[in-house]
């Protein structure tokens, strides 16, 4: 799969790059004032300018010159600079651009849907947290452009720089992430927020790569569907029916929360695989990053084929790496929280639940790492405000796996289990200084035997052990944990992180 995506990388940058006519230098959107540009790395700078023009770049004692190919693109690989700053990047050609306030540190990239573009003026104690957010040398880039059928090269947005005045309109899970690095590391760090709501994995991923990984025909076929049966006239039709009820619904006070969207070609909509790829990550590459996080699934979990997800995160993971060029470089995610009605009974997998075992079996991929969030939750709000949970998550992934701090960073994780004496026993390992029930009892366990009827089992810790047993289930030999969208799962370690959903059955 791996040559494969190299292939795809290099059929795809030559698409993007199409011949252009440039009167003077120009530069991707992601080089402005306030840029924070990766410590300790190979800085890739670039642009366009007329075919021939030769292009000086200039920053922190370190001057590059080259010319602009017969496509008007231009690349440098700057060397590498310590953190610090404040620096001033030139680039001169026929024309001079001056990039003022320039700092060197870290650099994260946060995509996703809705939690991931959530801004802090929506999280929870915010009037708290903007009077506490006097932190210049945290700065995020918003990537404002749109979706496209074709990949885009420049982008747009601007650099803001951390104060009460801007913090709130910055993404709450990469703002809260990136001030616990800052915090804990010393260090600038620049966050570039490219995400949109509503929208699925493989509208993030590029359609070629997509259509390399043969799992993944179902979902390009049923675009393709969708593309043919496409009728202008009818769907025009069904959408002011729609927008009627909705305007009648709405004056009657039982509108649903969004009106009725304009219909479009499918090959057009912002969900079609590859298209946000094309318009708000393809502007992006090769800025030089230290690694990502990621905050999707509602979609998927409900419109798309749950039991893909794993190998759609996959591929988006192993595309971007590839196209970036930076090896495997780390890349982490938050697992979907509780939502919906609390759990009363053991359930069935639903698309909620499948969509976060599918995010677990990522984890099998090189650098990777995973927010476990089922405690961030709310049961009526799919978009819950207590970012400030989720961004210190993944930032304690990232400080101990990234970055080489000696600190605990997950919850318990199943390790083994056996059957004996009518009992389950789960060895469990991450504990952390113990196993913990939060609350009186333990909860969320349940049991079945060779019938798969499920009940709660009795649940108790035992050293790194779960014991697990009911009166009912004399035979037992599968066991779940916190198995449902909203779940009573309370099962933590002496570090205070939670477990995460596991079986030990198979469908």
């Known amino acids: ?20 006519a440039f009167a003077n230098v120009k530069l991707p959107a992601v080089f402005s004032d306030h840029a924070v540009l990766q410590q300790d790395a190979s800085i890739p700078v670039w642009g366009w300018a007329d075919s021939g023009e030769e292009v ?55 995509s996703g849907q809705s939690n991931m573009a959530m801004t802090v003026n929506r999280c929870k104690d915010y009037e708290k947290e903007k009077a506490a957010a006097n932190f210049p040398q945290i700065r995020m880039f918003k990537e404002g452009s749109s979706s496209n059928t074709k990949p885009q090269q420049t982008g747009s947005g601007s650099w803001v720089v951390c104060s009460p005045e801007t913090v709130g309109g910055f993404s709450g899970t990469a703002y809260f992430f990136g001030r616990e690095l800052h915090q804990n590391l010393k260090v600038p760090v620049g966050l570039i927020n490219s995400s949109v709501g509503g929208t699925p994995v493989e509208s993030w991923t590029s359609y070629d790569a997509q259509a390399a990984v043969s799992s993944l025909k ?36 039982k509108a649903p929360a969004r009106a009725p969207q304009k219909p479009t070609q499918p090959r057009e909509n912002n969900h079609h695989p590859g298209n946000l790829f094309n318009g708000k990550i393809n502007p992006l590459i090769p800025y030089a990053i230290r690694g990502a996080i990621w905050y999707q699934g509602e979609n998927n979990a409900g419109r798309g084929i749950p039991n893909l997800y794993g190998d759609q995160l996959s591929t988006l993971i192993n595309d971007w790496r590839v196209r970036w060029g930076q090896g495997d470089f780390p890349f982490a995610w938050v697992q979907l929280p509780n939502f919906h009605k609390l759990q009363t009974e053991p359930v069935e997998s639903t698309g909620w639940v499948t969509v976060r075992e599918e995010m677990t079996k990522t984890l099998r991929l090189k650098n990777t790492g995973m927010a476990v969030t089922l405690d961030a939750g709310e049961a009526n709000d799919i978009h819950p405000k207590d970012k400030q949970t989720v961004g210190y998550r993944l930032a304690l992934w990232a400080l101990a796996t990234v970055y080489g701090h000696k600190i605990p960073h997950q919850g318990p994780t ?3 289990h056996e059957t004996k004496n009518n009992e389950i026993i789960l060895q469990m390992k991450n504990t952390d200084g ?74």
């Not at 190299?6 to 011949?19: E, F, K, M, Q």
């Not at 913990?436 to 079945?448: C, N, T, V």
């Not at 370690?493 to 939670?498: L, M, R, V, Y």
């Open 218 to 253: 179902p979902v390009l076929e049923n675009w393709k569907k969708l593309e043919a049966e496409y009728e202008p006239a009818k769907a025009e039709a069904k959408y002011k029916e729609d927008l009627e009820k909705f305007q009648k619904a709405k004056a009657a006070g």
């Open 434 to 507: 113990g196993l913990k029930a939060q609350g009186d009892s333990l909860r969320g366990f349940a049991i079945a035997g060779a019938d798969k009827k499920w009940v709660f089992a009795n649940a108790r810790i035992d050293g790194n052990r779960i014991i697990l047993s009911h009166a009912s289930v004399k035979d037992p030999i599968h066991a779940r944990y916190a198995w449902a969208d909203n779940t009573v799962g309370n099962l933590f370690n002496g570090a205070s992180f939670p477990a995460g959903p596991f079986r030990t059955d198979k469908d």
């Open 414 to 416: 199943l390790a083994g």
């Open 56 to 110: 000086t770049i200039s920053i922190a004692g370190q001057t590059k010159t080259t010319k602009a190919g017969t496509d008007g693109l231009w690349k440098v690989n700057l060397e590498k600079i310590t953190k610090g700053g404040p620096h001033t990047l030139e680039i001169k050609g026929k024309n001079t651009i001056t990039i003022k306030d320039v700092l060197v540190g870290e650099v994260w990239l946060g």
């Open 1 to 20: 799969m791996r040559i494969g995506l190299v292939r795809i990388l290099v059929s795809l940058h030559l698409i993007g790059l199409t011949p252009l």
